[in-house]
T-cell receptor, first 118, second 113 residues
Framework: AQKITQTQPGMFVQEKEAVTLDCTYD???????LFWYKQPSSGEMIFLIY??????QNATEGRYSLNFQKARKSANLVISASQLGDSAMYFC???????????????FGKGTKLSVIP | DTGVSQDPRHKITKRGQNVTFRCDPI?????LYWYRQTLGQGPEFLTY????????KSRLLSDRFSAERPKGSFSTLEIQRTEQGDSAMYLC???????????FGPGTRLTVL
C-alpha cells in the first residue's frame, strides 16, 4: 500500500496567485514527520518545510505553509504569491522511525509538477 | 560549498559494466542515506549508514549493489553488471544524529545503454 499519495500529477498556477499541493499519508506510528521537498530540473532535492506529528500548529516557512490535518492524514503544501522560479517537481515525504535500525528513512510520494504561468 | 556533493553528476555505461558513485556528506553529519529515483517517481530508499556501519538495506538493493562508508566519511555505491533497469538518478543525503532533516546532494544520473 502506498504510504504517501500525491493525487495531482501536474498543476498550473498564475504568477502571484496561491496554490495548494495535496498530500495524504498512511502510518500506524504515533511519532512521524512530514516533509515537502522541491526538485528543479537540475535534480537536487531542496527542503521546503517540515511538520512533526506532535506539532499542534501548522508549519510555515516564508511563502510556504503546511496545512496539517492529522485526523484526515493530510499534509497539503500551500505556496503563496507564486513566482516563476517555483516551477518544479514537489515531493511530499514521511519519516517514520524504523525501530530495527534506528534510521529515519524517508518515504516519498510520486510528486506533483507545478508550472507557474506568467 | 559545504553541502552534500556527489561524483560524477552523470554516468553513461554499457550493460554489464560496473559503475561506482561517490558521495561526500556534510562534514559533521554521521548519518548517510542512498536513494534511487526512476523517471516519474519519487526517490526510494536504498541503504543507510550511521558512521561507518551499514545498518539498513532496502529489498531494492540487489546483490549487484554494494555500498561502503569507510571511516564514516564519504560513501561509495557500486553497481556490478549493470542492467538497463538500473538507469536512474542516485541521490545521497546526510543528516546529523538527533536531527530530522536530511540534506540531499545533486545526484548522479546513470544511463545504462
Amino acid at each position: 500500500a502506498q504510504k504517501i499519495t500525491q493525487t495531482q500529477p501536474g498543476m498550473f498556477v498564475q504568477e502571484k496567485e496561491a496554490v495548494t499541493l495535496d498530500c495524504t499519508y498512511d502510518t500506524s506510528d504515533q511519532s512521524y514527520g512530514l516533509f515537502w521537498y522541491k526538485q528543479p530540473s537540475s535534480g537536487e532535492m531542496i527542503f521546503l518545510i517540515y511538520q512533526g506529528s506532535y506539532d499542534e500548529q501548522n508549519a510555515t516557512e516564508g511563502r510556504y505553509s503546511l496545512n496539517f490535518q492529522k485526523a484526515r492524514k493530510s499534509a497539503n503544501l500551500v505556496i503563496s504569491a507564486s513566482q516563476l522560479g517555483d516551477s518544479a517537481m514537489y515531493f511530499c515525504a514521511m519519516r517514520e522511525r524504523n525501530s530495527g535500525a534506528g534510521s529515519y528513512q524517508l518515504t516519498f510520494g510520486k510528486g506533483t509538477k507545478l508550472s507557474v504561468i506568467p | 560549498d559545504t553541502g552534500v556533493s556527489q561524483d560524477p553528476r552523470h554516468k553513461i555505461t554499457k550493460r554489464g559494466q560496473n559503475v561506482t558513485f561517490r558521495c561526500d556528506p556534510i562534514s559533521e553529519h554521521n548519518r548517510l542515506y542512498w536513494y534511487r529515483q526512476t523517471l516519474g517517481q519519487g526517490p526510494e530508499f536504498l541503504t543507510y549508514f550511521q558512521n561507518e556501519a551499514q545498518l539498513e538495506k532496502s529489498r531494492l538493493l540487489s546483490d549487484r549493489f554494494s555500498a561502503e562508508r569507510p571511516k564514516g566519511s564519504f560513501s561509495t555505491l557500486e553497481i556490478q553488471r549493470t542492467e538497463q533497469g538500473d538507469s536512474a538518478m542516485y541521490l545521497c543525503a546526510s543528516s546529523l544524529e538527533g536531527f530530522y532533516l536530511q540534506f540531499f546532494g545533486p545526484g548522479t544520473r546513470l544511463t545504462v545503454l
